[in-house]
């Protein structure tokens, strides 16, 4: 069961930056998607950012290049990274990490999409105030 822990939450005034982590471990295979996504209460979860197993990348339209997701892997550990800068207080949410085996057998990629992930981190608070 891969496992994967958040941290890097906090609160920020618009326009700040924070640092969002994500380690994932207990891994069985080389390679999996990886994703960034947020909720706030009484909405769906949406897509922030994700990362292919090829390293290719998608953003959600709303992050208009202020985040930069990143990864880098340590023995049977992913590290999986969200740089966030100019910070809007509509950002303000919880943010989850999440991973998915996703074979490079199936063509349809899981990109944003909250349902095609198979793990789940429980998530940290990002508060940006005005």
């Known amino acids: 069961q891969v496992q994967l822990q958040e941290s890097g939450g906090g609160s920020v005034q618009a326009g700040g930056s924070l640092s969002l982590s994500c380690v994932a471990s207990n891994l069985q295979y080389s390679s999996y998607c990886m994703g960034w996504f947020r909720q706030v209460p009484g909405k769906e979860r949406e897509g922030v950012a994700s990362?292919?197993?090829?390293?290719?990348?998608?953003?959600a339209d709303f992050v208009q290049g202020r985040f930069t997701i990143s990864q880098n892997t340590a023995k049977n550990t992913l590290n999986l990274n969200l740089q966030m800068n100019s910070l809007k207080p509509e950002d303000t949410a919880m943010y989850y990490c999440?991973?998915?085996?996703?074979?490079?057998?199936?063509?349809?990629?899981?990109?944003?999409?909250?349902?095609?992930?198979?793990?789940w981190g429980e998530g940290t608070q990002v508060t940006v105030s005005s």
């Open positions: 999440a991973a998915d085996p996703c074979s490079w057998l199936v063509p349809d990629r899981p990109g944003l999409v909250p349902g095609r992930f198979q793990y």
């Open positions: 990362m292919d197993t090829d390293g290719s990348v998608k953003y």
